[in-house]
């Protein structure tokens, strides 16, 4: 990818992740909605236009870094996964992708087994390691969740491919119903924060997170940002999604108690190294980790796409010190793209 293209991909993606502005509402009203669209409730996460862009550009020279050695493929062709009827099981195909293994159910995170990500996919940010599913060698999805739409997890192609193969239910945020339909797919169910829904024996919880959304500069932040809760009958487990830290990650506990699991990401924050409002950085992962109560730490949203500046091992290293420093260690599970472990 020529590095031109590469810096206007990189514009549209970042400059299209700020919240909106706040304005009054109505007691009534829920505090991140907005008269048109949605807000975080922190007012620290806002950051300026100018601002956003000047990061953009500042780390756009990344792009042809070395980003050191890419991360390791485990291979898995699929045969367990099918095989399986009732054991949880978690598997981290890439990025914010996982298939998720409950009560019987198969539920994918995020999506996305495209080569690269962006706008155009001709000229998108690219894929650095490939998917650790082949998508042919899938089990029945029954269910997808989608945090928000942002190109690196909501990607067309993938969305329409998961359609045509196994009509699965989507479960989104507020604001990509219409989306969806514009796609032809109907089978979704559209929540607010603290809303839920169930499918069979599984139910899923819309919670808050703090980011942003949009797919292009006029359309910024008119549809919702979630993480979910994912609970069965037995187990309960928290996809951050896209998100900075923010002091709902304890409420969320108080809300639905101790998580088996938790995926949080943890890339995505060298433009802003000592605290990026709408991503976490390793150390801030461990410190939600310890917040939501969880049971298992597993990182995500890092070394898959060429998003971030940092190098794809600086990540992982970095929340591993911060485990060990806080006696966490033994509650970290660093997966390769394609390995699968029971939670």
Do not use: C
């Amino acid at each position: 990818m020529r590095p031109l293209s590469s810096l206007i991909v990189l514009l549209l993606l970042a400059l299209t992740a700020g919240p909106g502005p706040r304005v009054s509402a109505a007691t009534t009203v829920p505090a991140h909605h907005l008269q048109r669209g949605f807000q975080n409730v922190d007012t620290a996460s806002r950051i300026p236009l100018l601002e956003r862009a000047w990061h953009v550009l500042h780390r756009g020279v990344a792009l042809h870094l070395d980003r050191g050695a890419p991360l390791h493929l485990v291979a898995n062709d699929g045969t367990a996964l099918r095989e399986n009827h009732g054991a949880p099981t978690l598997t981290w195909i890439g990025h914010a992708t996982f298939l998720v293994q409950i009560d019987g159910i198969n539920v994918l995170t995020d999506p996305i087994w495209g080569g690269t990500v962006g706008p155009l996919s001709m000229i998108g940010l690219r894929r650095l390691i490939l998917p650790g599913v082949r998508f042919e060698d899938l089990p029945p999805i029954d269910a997808v969740v989608i945090s928000h739409d942002h190109y690196d997890h909501l990607d067309v192609a993938t969305v329409r491919r998961l359609h045509r193969a196994h009509h699965p239910r989507f479960f989104v945020p507020l604001g990509l119903k219409p989306w969806f339909a514009g796609l032809g797919i109907t089978d979704v169910v559209e929540l607010d924060w603290w809303q839920t829904a169930r499918l069979q024996s599984v139910t899923f919880a819309s919670v808050p997170a703090q980011h942003a959304s949009g797919r292009s500069l006029t359309d910024q932040n008119l549809r919702l940002w979630s993480s979910w809760v994912i609970t069965g009958r037995t187990k309960r487990f928290f996809f951050g999604g896209d998100t900075g830290y923010h002091a709902g990650f304890a409420g969320i506990a108080g809300r639905f108690g101790r998580f088996d699991a938790a995926a949080l990401p943890i890339g995505g924050y060298s433009a802003f190294e000592r605290h990026h409002p709408n991503h976490l950085n390793p150390e801030e992962a461990v410190r939600a980790f310890e917040d939501l109560h969880a049971g298992r730490l597993v990182p995500m949203h890092w070394g898959t796409f060429e998003l971030n500046r940092e190098p794809a091992g600086e990540p992982p290293a970095r929340l591993w010190r911060e485990a060990v420093r806080r006696g966490d260690q033994e509650h970290v599970s660093i997966l390769s793209p394609g390995q699968t472990i029971p939670w």
